[in-house]
């Protein structure tokens, strides 16, 4: 089994990123001296078809892939028995996407949101190396897809945990009706959010930090969520919790160990492959609202992620490793699948990976282009990602777009290889930020639909976030029916 992106966290958080200051200021969408901000990118029909197609697609994978009897979205597909609970997350939230879609009922999708609770619920937990699913009501990153118990003695794991229940706190905000089914969906999803213990995961070392994970064989991780990464979700949903809270100092704690980067244009936190900068995002609607550390910079994370898309696309664009496919239309480095792999490594392969946390620098890349980097930042810089993704379909078709939407990745630079690789592996957690990302570029409906979860906005509070839609009439009235 390839590690996911959980173990490569830390890598590429202190990426050099190459981008022209104008072309940042675009990306940044304010405005310096008399430099206009750009106008509202509109995709035309044509774009929009490709849309619809890809978000199709792309929901197939959690619909199709998912087995019926329990719901635990494989970490991969074809052929893995094995569920990532940061899959599980995505797939719940993309269920609701397929009934606003008219994809599934609402009916079909509440069924199948309530097996997984369920499964979830049941699970067993606690401090046994095997025959459990979790402990302290967090889960192992990854376990059997029909057993629900832990598989290759995975790490319990906190921001799959997290990915997880960000995908239940979505469930619990959408299903709203008074039927039945959509009552337990309330009911368990809340009872799952207030079982884990948040706090029992702090660090042992670095208190007020959470651990990134935990194990029966070794205890705890001697790693923790800092700098700046996808863990910034994990800490909001561990300041919201109702039942077992981290310390309040614990963002201060993250917020502090942040790295910037201003070289060459607007500063902006800095992490080297993109999907440290779209998984909070997903769920997450941080336009306007701002911490502390963003309120003294004056932007706020949206812009940080747009900046950082911007320079990832541009360090593609000068290309200082040489690799084939690079361009204006060819860039995307984040956690993926690599080609080491694929087969033995043929003669030259030794500056390749298989699966690994790609960013803009040239210690972390190898020339393998993922497509949920560009997918994931659609909301982010539809101007760039849309026509990116359109022109990944033409020039490869079946090859990179399958009956699940895009592969996991590509590489035109791996030798033995005269066509280039392509993976033939999709990747929940990579599927789930295109479908997602896309439909908050379209509609907005999963930032909506948890602008209503009174512990996320709780967790912002208490985080110091303000402005924006948490001082608005319909977020106080969420928090009036807790």
């Known amino acids: 089994m390839r590690h996911t992106r959980t173990a490569l966290c830390a890598v590429g958080a202190a990426a050099l990123f190459a981008f022209s200051p104008a072309g940042a200021r675009a990306a940044a969408g304010v405005t310096q001296g008399d430099a206009a901000a750009p106008r509202p990118f509109r995709a035309s029909p044509a774009q929009q078809a490709f849309l619809d197609q890809l978000q199709r697609d792309t929901f197939k994978f959690f619909w199709e892939a998912s087995p019926a009897g329990t719901g635990l979205t494989p970490d991969r597909a074809p052929g893995s028995d094995v569920s990532s609970v940061a899959a599980v997350g995505f797939a719940l939230t993309s269920y609701l996407v397929g009934v606003e879609r008219g994809y599934v009922s609402r009916a079909d999708a509440a069924a199948r949101t309530l097996v997984t609770l369920e499964t979830l619920w049941r699970a067993p937990q606690g401090p046994e190396a095997e025959g459990t699913s979790g402990h302290h009501g967090l889960y192992y990153h990854f376990l059997d897809a029909r057993r629900a118990v832990r598989a290759n003695r995975s790490e319990l794991s906190t921001i799959d945990t997290a990915l997880l229940m960000a995908g239940v706190l979505s469930s619990q905000a959408y299903f709203d009706r008074e039927d039945a089914?959509?009552?337990?969906?309330?009911?368990?999803?809340?009872?799952?959010?207030?079982?884990?213990?948040?706090?029992?995961?702090?660090?042992?070392?670095?208190?007020?930090?959470?651990?990134?994970?935990?194990?029966?064989?070794?205890?705890?991780?001697?790693?923790?969520?800092?700098?700046?990464?996808?863990?910034?979700?994990?800490?909001?949903?561990?300041?919201?919790?109702?039942?077992?809270?981290?310390?309040?100092?614990?963002?201060?704690?993250?917020?502090?160990?942040?790295?910037?980067?201003?070289?060459?244009?607007?500063?902006?936190?800095?992490?080297?492959?993109?999907?440290?900068?779209?998984?909070?995002?997903?769920?997450?609607?941080?336009r306007g609202i701002q911490d502390r550390v963003m309120r003294a910079r004056g932007s706020d994370y949206f812009q940080n992620s747009v900046r950082a898309t911007y320079a990832n696309r541009a360090y593609c664009i000068a290309n200082p490793g040489g690799w084939k496919g690079y361009g204006e239309l060819g860039w995307g480095l984040t956690a993926s699948d690599g080609p080491l792999d694929s087969a033995r490594p043929p003669p030259g392969a030794e500056r390749f990976r298989a699966y690994w946390a790609r960013g803009a620098d040239a210690a972390t890349d190898d020339g393998t282009i993922a497509p949920t980097a560009a997918g994931g930042s659609v909301a982010f810089a539809p101007e760039v990602a849309i026509p990116t993704l359109v022109s990944f379909k033409e020039r490869f078709g079946d090859r990179l777009y399958g009956a699940y939407g895009f592969k996991d990745a590509f590489n035109l630079s791996y030798p033995g290889a005269p066509q280039g690789w392509f993976d033939d592996a999709y990747l929940g957690i990579d599927q789930g930020p295109i479908l997602l990302m896309v439909e908050n570029y379209r509609t907005g409906f999963v930032w909506q639909l948890l602008r209503k979860s009174p512990v996320l906005a709780s967790g912002l509070e208490r985080a110091g976030f303000s402005g924006g839609w948490l001082g608005a009439p319909e977020r106080q009235a969420s928090l009036s029916l807790r």
Not at 235 to 257: F, I, K, Q
């Open 181 to 286: 089914t959509e009552r337990a969906i309330r009911r368990l999803a809340d009872r799952l959010y207030r079982r884990v213990d948040w706090a029992w995961a702090t660090s042992p070392r670095h208190a007020p930090l959470l651990s990134m994970g935990w194990s029966p064989e070794a205890g705890f991780i001697d790693v923790d969520w800092s700098g700046y990464n996808e863990g910034m979700l994990l800490y909001v949903l561990a300041l919201g919790s109702p039942t077992h809270p981290v310390d309040p100092r614990a963002w201060e704690a993250w917020a502090s160990s942040y790295q910037w980067d201003g070289s060459r244009g607007p500063a902006h936190v800095a992490f080297g492959p993109l999907f440290g900068h779209q998984y909070s995002h997903v769920w997450i609607d941080f």
